[in-house]
């Protein structure tokens, strides 16, 4: 069973950049033709898609964050990551990785990530 | 850049009553629409792919309807277990992705 898991830090500073990195697990990044992404949503708010990456390295990316946002894939230890730079108080809100198919969608549970000084 | 756009925001519905949920698209998104359910703590459940096949494990309860622009997700007899917001997105312009702004679907 395919599983996602996110990991980081749950509190930012203003201004500062935010890594997180999601571990898969139950089947492999590497040769398929299934796309990685991130998706996020502000308390009490909607989904927002942030990006989408390819195991091969080709990226895709929500034009109102394309500026701010870097995703990245790592297939050695299967792994893909967000980065997202100079954070507000905007920015915060619940970070999922999800792998999201036509036909079907499996997503981590989330983490909380807070922007405050 | 597609705009989906859902109505109503918020719906209250009695139980083993029906709730219709529409989304709009501002432009053709063909077939390539899914619903998702999220409940309160949790990720989004997939519900509903290709506009009107539903998922694993989705009771025949749920139906999808719609093509190009318009899209109705359908709930008949609806229980407390449904409470809920509803996302539609569009994958048209797969691996670009976009979200509908949700409906609160209350049960009373």
């Known amino acids: 069973q395919l599983q996602l898991q996110e990991s980081g830090p749950g509190l930012v500073r203003p201004s500062e950049t935010l890594s997180l990195t999601c571990t898969v697990s139950?089947?492999?990044?590497?040769?398929?033709?299934?796309?990685w992404g991130w998706i996020r949503q502000p308390p009490g708010k909607g989904l927002e898609w942030i990006a989408n990456i390819f195991y091969s390295g080709t990226t895709y990316y929500n034009p109102s964050l394309k500026s701010r946002v870097t995703i990245s894939v790592d297939t050695s230890k299967n792994q893909f990551s967000l980065k997202v730079t100079s954070m507000t108080a905007a920015d915060t809100g619940v970070y999922y990785c999800?792998?999201?198919?036509?036909?079907?969608?499996?997503w981590g549970q989330g983490t909380l990530v807070t922007v405050s000084s | 850049e597609i705009v989906m756009t859902q109505s109503p925001a918020t719906l209250s519905v009695s139980p083993g009553e029906g709730a219709t949920l529409s989304c709009r698209a501002s432009q053709s998104v063909s077939g390539n629409l899914v619903w998702y359910q999220q409940k309160p703590g949790q990720a989004p459940r997939l519900l509903i792919y290709g506009a009107s096949t539903r998922a694993t494990d989705i009771p025949a309860r749920f139906s999808g309807s719609g093509s190009g622009t318009e899209f109705t997700l359908t709930i008949t007899s609806l229980k407390s277990e449904d409470c809920a917001v509803y996302y539609c997105?569009?994958?048209?312009?797969?691996?670009?992705?976009?979200f509908g702004g949700g409906t609160k679907l209350e049960i009373k």
């Open positions: 997105q569009q994958y048209n312009t797969w691996p670009l992705l976009t």
């Open positions: 999800a792998r999201l198919n036509w036909n079907d969608a499996y």
């Open positions: 139950g089947a492999s990044i590497s040769g398929t033709s299934y796309y």
